[in-house]
């Protein structure tokens, strides 16, 4: 059964904190996300990995970073949290290669409130 | 950029046929159109998706127009666990970078 999972389901920062957000896939996918969602705005993406030490901007990259030293995991950095941070963010990872783009495979979420 | 219309939220009874639709009159030759959806308290999960022609799967049903700018899933028998945020989205040509909309959420009536 494939499975993503993330560190935290719920996790309370303070303002100024740096804060590590991990992400772990057990299906030896090629790429992976990180979005952030909020009510009325949908899910957003903020970085993408289309494989080891590889990365690309999402829409909303501004304040976040990503690392990705193994293939099975991702991690979303946040160096300096802020409220505005204040989100539920989701992780998800997709084979890739072939002619037609397959499923992405969501965690069950991160609920991230900075305070 | 390619993005999806889709109705706010629809309502339907337990046990009877769902069509969901989405429109996406900008739509390009080599984007996908996915279909994904959100239980409560989770993370999105695919359902279906198709290119031109119509598709089935377990979950669910995907007719898409003949001109690509609209489609329709279909839950031919919606249960209440059905109930949820199904979410009309794009994947543009081979880059895999999903565009999400804003979803219908979808409502059983026992």
């Known amino acids: 059964d494939v499975k993503v999972t993330q560190s935290s389901r719920y996790l309370v920062k303070r303002t100024g904190e740096k804060v590590f957000l991990e992400c772990v896939q057990d299906?030896?996918?090629?790429?992976m996300f990180w979005y952030r969602q909020d009510p009325g705005l949908g899910l957003r993406l903020i970085y993408f990995?289309?494989?080891?030490?590889?990365?690309e901007k999402g829409d909303i990259p501004e304040g976040y970073s990503v690392s990705r030293e193994k293939k099975e995991r991702f991690s979303l950095i946040l160096e300096s949290a802020s409220t505005n941070q204040t989100s539920m963010y989701l992780c998800a990872s997709l084979l890739g290669g072939g002619q037609a783009p397959n499923e992405q495979y969501f965690g069950p979420g991160t609920r991230l409130t900075v305070t | 950029d390619a993005k999806t219309t889709q109705p706010n939220s629809m309502e339907s009874n337990e046990e009877e046929p769902v069509h969901l639709p989405c429109n996406h009159s900008t739509i390009s030759g080599t984007d996908y159109i996915h279909w994904y959806r959100q239980l409560p308290s989770q993370g999105p999960e695919y359902v279906i998706h198709g290119l031109t022609s119509n598709v089935n799967n377990r979950m669910a049903s995907l007719a898409i127009a003949e001109d690509r700018k609209s489609s329709t899933l279909i839950l031919h028998r919606a249960t209440l666990r059905d109930a949820a945020v199904y979410y009309c989205i794009l994947i543009l040509g081979s880059n895999y970078q999903l565009i999400w909309g804003a979803g219908t959420k979808l409502i059983i009536k026992p």
């Open positions: 299906m030896d996918h090629e790429n």
């Open positions: 990995s289309y494989d080891v030490k590889m990365k």
